[in-house]
């Protein structure tokens, strides 16, 4: 197909305007879906009763004449770690597929049906959220839409791939070490992390609770802010949600970055990115007009300590079902998960200090820069079963290498957006636009300012017949 | 009149994106129900296939009854979606099929009270 799909922002005023109904958006999405999953892998079950008798209701309420919703009619789907009422949880966890079926929507889900959003589904991932590349053993590889032999990333890999097909304007995803991060820089997508504690986990599986983010994946980065102000606003039941008010950021997309201080890392930020890598970071840079470069010093020591912690939260989450159902584990993690049970107190101790003066040493960056910019991943799209990657003279194994770039910083729970660039060739790769904390406005506004120039676009790879 | 400001509206072309793909998904699929449902339910709609010449929904409606399934696979290429204001719209694609010449497919669509439908239609095959 050589036309775009619908966005959420046109799909919702054709649906205002009366030129399209809600069930016609969800019969066509539920077509789509279904032409396309079978190969694409990102569905791991799609809610067509839902998603019809959502389409009628919001139909319903147009028809009484009752004001409209700002997401009014949009399709979007949720990674399958976020509660589903009806659905059980998986995570994409084979030993969680016993478990009973979720009674209520998490409150982002709740949030998106009362914005007028349609759900299609849930979405692939890596098992319990612990990988780059949503190559999942039990319920399969999610492929990359660019590239059908590629991997979409991960561990939100079907959120991002699904976007990028052009089967959902909108989906939902987490990022714990980059799991929205990845996967949008692979499939070339806009993404945003916000700032932790900023969105409500309530009603989703956790995995590193220290560290564990919810965010969206759109297209444009007008759906983006939509969906992200939509998904605003406090939860008492996630004791680490901020409890901050509604800050929207739609309205101020246009401010551009002419007034902001921006700078592109370097030091470790070059040393573990490609040639791609770097030249999508430099031709960031160059289009915001920025000169400055400054080093972060200690990230490699972040990432390190952001490692121990994920290993030990997340073992110890599953200590459990480790002692009793081993062999139920995604051999993929089984390994990392059992190694973390074992880690010693005080090197997890030593690990969360190192996180608060990491924190300090980033907010002083902040004193002197809006912004900062940095490759996503460091390498494109590895091949599905690909053991390594090659970062310049340095091989690495694939599966926890791919988080590189993006696992020192949601260490410390940093807003950040990815757009996505293009500097050679068929794939993508994306930038992070990373803001002190409570700042996604900022992340956002350089998005968009990107997107305006048609630097950062998003090349759907509409749905092939 | 139409000002060239109402040509290609976002939120027309959006609507008819997601029409023209739904009547694909159906015509592969063999989904008589959304086939018709597309359609204008009208004597007057209008379909040119490559051998049949169509007058009328009821004779649109029997030939899509009576023909084979075998082989109804095909990519499409080179999509166009022209919208004029909020009330007409016109979609072109190539298509291949294997076996078969590049084919060619030209929908115009109206929107009516009771939504979008194709009105005239018309499939050849290319040299």
């Known amino acids: ?465 | 009149m139409i000002e060239p400001s109402a040509i290609n509206l976002p939120h027309v072309q959006a609507a008819i994106e997601l029409l023209f793909q739904s009547y694909e998904y159906a015509l592969l699929q063999n989904d008589l129900a959304t086939l018709d449902h597309l359609f204008w339910q009208s004597p007057l709609a209008i379909r040119f296939g490559v051998s049949e010449t169509l007058y009328g929904i009821d004779a649109i409606r029997s030939f899509r009854a009576a023909r084979s399934t075998d082989n109804l696979q095909r990519t499409l290429r080179n999509t166009t979606i022209t919208t004029f204001s909020e009330d007409f719209a016109i979609t072109t694609t190539e298509f291949e099929r294997v076996g078969q010449p590049c084919g060619r497919q030209t929908q115009t669509w109206v929107r009516f009270a009771d939504g979008w439908h194709i009105v005239s239609a018309h499939v050849s095959f290319g040299v």
């Not at chain 1, 389409?55 to 949720?78: C, H, T």
């Not at chain 1, 008010?245 to 401010?255: F, I």
């Not at chain 1, 993929?332 to 049970?341: I, Y």
């Open chain 1, 1 to 465: 197909m050589s036309i775009l799909p619908s966005t959420a922002t046109e799909l919702t005023k054709a649906f205002s305007t009366g030129q399209i109904s809600a069930l016609e958006i969800a019969t066509a999405t539920l077509k789509r879906i279904g032409n396309s999953n079978p190969t694409l892998n990102a569905f791991i079950s799609i809610t067509q009763e839902r998603m019809l008798a959502e389409a009628k209701r919001v139909d319903q309420a147009r028809a009484r004449g009752a004001a409209l919703s700002p997401l009014a009619a949009v399709p979007y789907a949720v990674k399958n770690l976020f509660d589903v009422e009806g659905l059980t949880t998986i995570a994409g966890a084979k030993v969680l597929a016993t478990q009973a079926a979720a009674r209520h929507d998490a409150t982002l889900v709740q949030r998106m049906q009362h914005a007028g959003g349609l759900l299609a589904g849930t979405l692939n991932m890596d098992a319990l959220a612990y990988g780059f590349t949503t190559e999942n053993t039990y319920y399969g590889a999610t492929h990359n839409p660019h590239d059908m032999r590629r991997s979409a990333g991960g561990s939100s890999g079907g959120s991002a791939a699904a976007v990028a097909a052009g089967l959902v304007p909108i989906a939902l995803g987490s990022d714990t070490n980059g799991s929205i991060r990845v996967p949008a820089s692979l499939c070339g997508i806009f993404g945003l992390k916000p700032t932790y504690g900023r969105l409500p986990r309530t009603g989703t599986f956790p995995f590193v609770n220290s560290f564990d983010h919810l965010g969206p994946f759109a297209a444009t980065t007008q759906d983006l802010a939509l969906a992200y102000d939509t998904l605003q606003g406090p939860d008492k039941r996630d004791a680490a949600c901020a409890q901050k008010p509604v800050a929207p950021t739609l309205v101020q997309l246009n401010l551009g970055v002419k007034k902001l201080r921006i700078a592109r890392l370097t030091g470790y930020f070059d040393q573990y990115a490609d040639a791609t890598a770097q030249s999508a970071a430099h031709i960031a840079a160059r289009a915001l007009g920025v000169n400055d470069e400054v080093d972060l010093v200690g990230v490699a020591e972040a990432r390190a300590a952001a490692f121990v912690i994920t290993a030990a939260e997340g073992g110890s989450l599953h200590l459990d079902a480790l002692r009793e159902r081993a062999e139920e584990f995604e051999p993929l993690s089984r390994d990392r998960l059992l190694a973390g049970t074992l880690l010693p107190a005080a090197w997890i101790q030593r690990a969360q200090r190192y996180r608060r003066q990491f924190l300090q040493r980033a907010l002083a960056l902040f004193d002197r820069y809006d912004l900062l910019i940095a490759p996503a991943t460091p390498v494109t799209a590895p091949l599905l079963g690909q053991a390594e990657i090659q970062i310049g003279k340095l091989t690495l194994p694939t599966r926890p290498n791919m988080g590189l770039l993006t696992q020192p910083l949601s260490f410390i729970g940093l807003p950040i957006a990815v757009a996505p660039i293009w500097p050679d060739g068929p794939l993508p790769i994306g930038v992070q636009l990373i803001a002190a904390p409570w700042r996604e406005d900022l992340c956002l506004r350089a998005a968009h300012a990107l997107e305006e120039q048609g630097i950062a676009i998003c090349q759907i790879i509409a749905s092939q017949s």
